[in-house]
């Protein structure tokens, strides 16, 4: 009995003394590397002074946060030892100036109507129309690859003239419109066994659907801007609309009647504005933007009598506050922080084929190569090249830098 509990005894020291071991001097000769990264310098040094580790540091320009460490040499749980050389990356932050950037460069709204799914057409490039106002699916697939390839990014017309450009350092916003509600924009099909619209593939929605799935970080998005008619599909019309805002589109008011501004009365220019936004707040109350896209363009000039009625009015006792409108321009316009900006006038790009002549895609592409607004990856600052920043309107009380 006695000479078994001496052997027990011997058994609990034995494991007593291996757990100290292991615990003491194994975990000290082979510990386990941490993860360093979004740590500062710092924190590597003393991690690395803790476990006798010969520490390099490398310092590149990244998108990561600067002074952050952003890569590491030896993996997060794998083995070190005394002596290990453990490299760290440190950002230097955005190379604003390799990159270019440039947050007063110009922006392009591109101005759409129509898609249509045809593949012969006696117009010049994937124009429908003679003016362009058409264009072929296949055309608006090409013209979406030559953006994203071109490193242009979507975002949001309301995000734009609200000075919110949320776009990766390195890349150009873009705003895409579609004007008239047309059948082609958004086609329904039917609706499926849970009473959701099913959306023809080849029509404009379809396109941008299937970009959405191609190019994750395109964040494609566009703002269609209505008349009366809605899409032309009563039956749908309500399912339209929420389906449109549900999954990050956009819409706007065009009129009631695509009137032409400068041949109506004061009166009729509130009744064709007021009457619109009234019959948005009756199937999307709250949930569409207070932009007018001006049909035709009119009027021409703020100074118009009609101009202020676009922009303020009361029709049926219910106020309207319009913030912005769209003219059928030639060019992009200014980036938000410029001088220069008005967001009460927008100029848009038709997008048509002009054999890079008149101000068409190929032409207004060519002039954005030169002043193009290239962001900085930080939709809470502006920064911009040293000489440029006199011309900064910082109406959004935004940082600024300059390099």
């Known amino acids: 009995m006695k000479k078994k509990l001496i052997i027990t005894l ?67 749980n794998d083995e070190i030892k ?8 440190v950002s230097k932050g955005i190379n604003y100036e390799k990159l270019k950037v440039n947050e007063l460069g110009n ?6 109507h129509g898609i249509h799914d045809i593949v012969d057409n006696k117009y010049t490039g994937g124009n429908v129309d003679i003016d362009g106002y058409q264009r072929t699916k296949e ?30 350092a390195g890349y150009s916003p873009i705003v895409l419109t579609f004007d008239d509600g047309l059948v082609n924009n958004l086609r329904v099909t039917g609706l499926d066994e849970n009473g959701d619209i099913i ?30 008619g809605l899409f032309n599909q009563s039956k749908y019309n309500e399912k339209i609309l929420n389906w449109l805002i549900d999954n990050g589109y956009d819409i706007g008011n065009h009129t009631y ?34 932009i007018v896209a001006l049909p035709f363009g009119s009027p021409y000039n703020k100074e118009h009598e009609n101009f202020n009625a676009i ?50 895609i190929e032409m207004n592409f060519e002039i954005l190569e030169n002043n193009r607004y290239i962001s900085d990856g930080d939709k809470n600052t502006i920064t911009v090249p040293k000489d440029k920043e006199s011309s900064i309107n910082n109406l959004y009380n935004l940082n600024i830098k300059t390099y």
């Open 107 to 112: 922006v392009p709204i591109m101005m759409y």
């Open 82 to 89: 005394e002596n290990d050389t453990l490299i760290v990356y």
């Open 257 to 290: 009647s695509h009137v032409d501004f400068t041949t109506v009365s004061k009166d009729k220019s509130v009744q064709e504005v007021g009457s619109m936004y009234n019959l948005l707040d009756k199937y999307i109350p709250g949930r569409y933007v207070s």
């Open 139 to 168: 055309a608006f697939i090409k013209d979406l690859e030559f953006y994203y390839n071109s490193g242009y990014r979507m975002i949001r017309l309301e995000d734009y003239v609200n000075g919110i450009i949320d776009v990766e």
């Open 10 to 76: 011997i058994i609990i020291i034995l494991v007593i003394f291996t757990f100290v071991y292991l615990l003491i001097f194994k975990n000290e000769s082979n510990s386990l590397m941490i993860d360093l990264i979004d740590k500062t310098i710092l924190e590597a040094k003393e991690f690395a002074n803790k476990y006798n580790l010969n520490l390099v540091i490398e310092e590149e320009y990244n998108s990561f946060e600067k002074d952050k460490i952003f890569k590491q040499s030896i993996e997060e």
């Open 199 to 228: 959306i023809d593939p080849n029509c404009a929605i379809g396109v941008l659907e299937q970009f959405k799935q191609k190019y994750p970080d395109f964040n494609v998005t566009a703002t269609f801007f209505i008349n009366g």
């Open 311 to 360: 922009l303020n009015g009361i029709y049926n006792y219910k106020e309207y506050n319009t913030i912005a409108t769209l003219r059928v321009g030639w060019e992009a316009d200014y980036s938000p922080f410029n001088i220069n900006f008005d967001r009460t006038f927008l100029k848009r790009i038709r997008a048509y084929d002009n054999n890079g002549k008149e101000f068409d």
